[in-house]
């Protein structure tokens, strides 16, 4: 039986997010002072830039795919699916 080590996998997840967050998607563009998009002052970048930057807000979801996969093998990914629609669409998830 495997043994449950929540503070481990959170602190695995929270690193890898912001590491892959911080120093791949954003993080390049702030150092080199590169801007993205902005709503505010009409202001957008090259596009290679905006793909980083809208990349990077997706790097939660896709490491807690990548993790829950690695962790408990394909099941644990439609077990996560299942669990993350069910709740957030008030469906019933097949995949439980």
């Known amino acids: 039986m495997e043994q449950r080590r929540p503070l481990r996998d959170a602190a695995a997840f929270s ?5 892959l967050s911080y120093l791949v998607f954003w993080g390049p563009l702030a150092l080199m002072g590169i801007p993205a998009i902005s709503f505010v002052a009409n ?3 090259p596009i290679w830039a905006i793909v ?20 408990k093998g394909q099941g644990g ?8 629609f069910s709740s957030a669409l008030g469906c019933a998830g097949t995949s439980r």
């Open 15 to 19: 690193g890898i997010t912001l590491g």
């Open 77 to 84: 990914c439609g077990r996560f699916s299942g669990a993350v």
């Open 43 to 45: 202001i957008r970048g």
């Open 52 to 71: 980083l930057f809208l990349m990077g807000g997706f790097v939660p979801s896709a490491v807690a795919f990548i993790l829950a996969g690695s962790l």
